[in-house]
Structures are given as structure tokens and as C-alpha cells.
């Protein structure tokens, strides 16, 4: 047990970001350490040293300052912060910029339960499956208050926020199953609000993807009948069909296809071919890139970012659509490349 304590005191490492975070850590760690013995051992040492009773009849000179010392201990400080800030964002930055290539998979949370939606149309609750050595990035947000996605074992932690989308990403390096949890409070169940990533290898995660088997040892355990995936943290999934397909036939039921075209030609509304990732001219003259933030405040918020060149007449769709027909919609504006 001493021994665990000693040599295991730390999480698991199983993602690429572990060892990053986990080194920067032990840098602050070390280097407090180290600092906190010299400043102790220096208090102890010179308290015996100059120990009144030795040396009864002097009195110590009376010191007001010593600005060399004062100005180079400021200063050697003022280097360590910078070091520990500049490390600091350069692991920041890493953390905060997904490879091109990596599997999105889009995120709902809500009161008191994590959604995971696959481009393909599975929807899991509770339980998110990715393979092994591949970047995987999670597009997220939620359907009422604050949460945040954390996964100890990857050093990730990501706030939830409703009505926009945000990021996070991560290369998992070993498989097995690891613990989900919400890292900020919101509500009763709050502490009950867990998942578990599941990562597989390659094989097995194409596996999964085609028949929904997970290997042995990973299987879902399914929740008793009673109680009800809201509350248990219980794992459940849905297969339906893929996430653009969803989002085209929905652009044509809510009636986008009248002022938007998909094949290039301007209509009421801008074409929206090849929106996705460019650049995007509004009436303030202002140029905004488009990502999944800036389609989902067109479609909630139509005046609130106005493409130069066209009138205000689109409805607002607030309220009006789930975020998972949010997320298929987005799915099919990025697939019209
Ligand atoms: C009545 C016509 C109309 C309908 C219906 C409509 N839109 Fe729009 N939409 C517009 C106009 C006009 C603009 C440009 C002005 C603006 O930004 O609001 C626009 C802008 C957009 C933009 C930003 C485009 C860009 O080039 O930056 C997106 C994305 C969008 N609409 C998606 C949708 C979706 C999805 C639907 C269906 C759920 C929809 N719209 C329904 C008229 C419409
Ligand atoms: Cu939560």
C-alpha cells in the first residue's frame, strides 16, 4: 500500500497529453519543493546559528535592505514564472488546436447525462467509443446548464457551455475503458453525471462501427430495468442514419432550401457550397471564419451576424430545433464542400 502510494501516485498516462501535462507538473512541483527546503533548512539553520544565548552581548546590526538581493531573487523569480508561462501556452496551444485529420464526434450534455452522436448516426449515451492512436475531437455543447467534460486519465478537462460549441481533443494510447466525469456542478445529479471512454483498437473499433459489438471485457453493462438512464449513468445507444443524410432531409423540411441553394447559385440567401472553414464577409464589414460557432449562430441568431449583401429576413430557428438537429445540420452544411 506505502509502496503504491510511493511509486502509483499518480493517474494512469493514457493519452498523449498525459505526459505533457504530467511534466509541467512535476516541474511546479519539484521546483516548490526544492524551494520550500531551501528557505526551511536556511530559517532552521540560522536560528540555531545566531541563537541568542550563544552570544549574549551582541546585538545583530540593523538591516533596512539589500536592493542587489532583493532585485536579483525578484528577478530569478520573475524568470521561473515566465518559463512556467511560456511551457504553459505552448501545451495550451497543442491542447487547443485539433488535427485536421481527427474523428469529430459531436457532444450533448444535460442534466445528468453525456450524449455521444457519431457522423454515422449512432448515438450513445453514457459511453463514448474511439480507437486507439487516432485523434479524436469532440465538438460539444449543452442542452441546459455549465458542465465540463473530464477525463483524469487524459488530463482533459473542457467546460460545456449551452448555445455555443466548444473543443477539445485527444489521442487515446491505450486501450481500455476510463472514468468521465462533470467537473462542474449542475444540479442535484450532479455526481452521477459519468461516462466511460472506451478505447479500442483499430480492428475492434471498425468492428464496432459495423455491428455494434464491443470486445470482450468492454461490453456495456446494461442498467436494471428500473432505473432510468437520467439518473444511473447508465450506457444505451441508437443507430440512425448518418448524421448529414439527417441534416439534408431536415435543410429541406424546415424549409432552408428556399432561400439557400447547395449548389453554388446565390438565391434570397447565400449558397451555402462550400461555407464551411472559409471566410465569410458581414454588413460591418468585419470577416469571420466559419466554423461550427459561426452556423450555429446563423441559424439561432440569423441578424445577429449579417452576411454583406443580403437582407434580414431569415427566421430564427430558436427553439425550434434539438441540438442534435443542430449537429446534423452543420454535418451536411460542412459536407457541401
Ligand atoms: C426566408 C429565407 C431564409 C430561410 C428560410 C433560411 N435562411 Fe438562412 N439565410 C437567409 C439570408 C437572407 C441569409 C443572409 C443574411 C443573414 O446572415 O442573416 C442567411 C444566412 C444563413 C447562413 C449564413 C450564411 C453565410 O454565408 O454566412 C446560414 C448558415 C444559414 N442561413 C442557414 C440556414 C438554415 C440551416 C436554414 C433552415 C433551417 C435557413 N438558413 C433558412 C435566408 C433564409
Ligand atoms: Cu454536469
Known amino acids: 500500500m506505502i509502496a503504491m502510494l510511493l511509486f502509483q501516485w499518480r493517474l494512469p498516462q493514457a493519452s498523449n497529453f498525459a505526459p505533457m501535462v504530467d511534466r509541467l507538473f512535476d516541474f511546479i512541483l519539484w521546483f516548490s519543493i526544492i524551494s520550500f527546503l531551501i528557505i526551511v533548512v536556511g530559517m532552521v539553520f540560522f536560528l540555531f546559528k545566531y541563537w541568542r544565548k550563544k552570544i549574549p552581548e551582541d546585538k545583530s546590526a540593523y538591516i533596512t535592505g539589500h536592493t542587489k538581493t532583493?532585485?536579483?531573487?525578484?528577478?530569478?523569480?520573475?524568470?521561473?514564472?515566465?518559463v512556467i508561462f511560456y511551457w504553459g501556452w505552448i501545451d495550451y496551444k497543442a491542447m487547443k488546436t485539433a488535427p485536421e485529420d481527427a474523428l469529430?464526434?459531436?457532444?450533448?450534455?444535460?442534466?445528468?447525462?453525456?450524449?455521444f452522436q457519431y457522423a454515422d448516426g449512432k448515438m450513445l449515451?453514457?459511453?463514448?467509443?474511439?480507437?486507439?492512436?487516432?485523434?479524436?475531437s469532440l465538438i460539444m455543447?449543452?442542452?441546459?446548464?455549465?458542465?465540463?467534460?473530464?477525463?483524469?486519465?487524459?488530463?482533459?478537462?473542457?467546460?460545456?457551455?449551452?448555445?455555443?460549441?466548444?473543443?477539445?481533443?485527444?489521442?487515446a494510447n491505450k486501450t481500455g475503458p476510463y472514468q468521465v466525469f462533470c467537473a462542474e456542478y449542475c444540479g442535484t445529479s450532479h455526481?452521477?453525471?459519468?461516462a466511460k471512454v472506451k478505447v479500442l483498437e483499430p480492428d475492434d473499433f471498425e468492428q464496432w462501427q459495423m455491428t455494434g459489438e464491443l470486445p470482450e471485457g468492454m461490453e456495456t453493462k446494461?442498467?436494471?430495468?428500473?432505473?432510468?438512464?437520467?439518473?444511473?449513468?447508465?450506457?444505451?445507444?441508437?443507430?440512425?442514419?448518418?448524421?448529414a443524410e439527417k441534416g439534408k432531409t431536415l435543410f429541406s423540411n424546415k424549409g432552408?432550401?428556399?432561400?439557400?441553394?447547395?449548389?453554388?447559385?446565390a438565391g434570397v440567401g447565400p449558397t451555402l457550397k462550400g461555407l464551411f472553414g472559409h471566410p465569410v464577409e458581414l454588413v460591418d464589414g468585419q470577416k469571420v471564419n466559419v466554423d461550427e460557432n459561426y452556423i450555429r449562430q446563423s441559424i439561432t441568431e440569423p441578424q445577429s451576424?449579417?452576411?454583406?449583401?443580403?437582407?434580414?429576413?431569415?427566421?430564427?430557428?430558436?427553439?425550434?430545433?434539438?441540438?442534435?438537429?443542430i449537429n446534423a445540420l452543420i454535418s451536411f452544411i460542412k459536407s457541401l464542400k
Open 70 to 82: 532583493e532585485m536579483s531573487v525578484a528577478f530569478f523569480l520573475l524568470v521561473v514564472v515566465m
Open 104 to 115: 469529430e464526434i459531436n457532444v450533448i450534455a444535460r442534466q445528468w447525462l453525456w450524449q
Open 125 to 136: 449515451t453514457n459511453e463514448l467509443v474511439v480507437p486507439k492512436d487516432k485523434p479524436v
Open 141 to 171: 455543447t449543452s442542452q441546459d446548464v455549465l458542465h465540463s467534460f473530464y477525463v483524469p486519465d487524459f488530463r482533459i478537462k473542457q467546460d460545456v457551455l449551452p448555445k455555443m460549441y466548444t473543443n477539445v481533443w485527444f489521442v
Open 191 to 194: 455526481s452521477q453525471m459519468l
Open 222 to 243: 446494461v442498467a436494471p430495468a428500473e432505473a432510468s438512464a437520467a439518473v444511473s449513468g447508465a450506457a444505451a445507444s441508437t443507430q440512425g442514419e448518418p448524421l
Open 256 to 265: 432552408c432550401t428556399a432561400c439557400h441553394s447547395v449548389t453554388g447559385a
Open 305 to 325: 451576424n449579417m452576411v454583406k449583401g443580403f437582407q434580414p429576413i431569415m427566421p430564427t430557428f430558436k427553439g425550434q430545433l434539438s441540438e442534435e438537429e
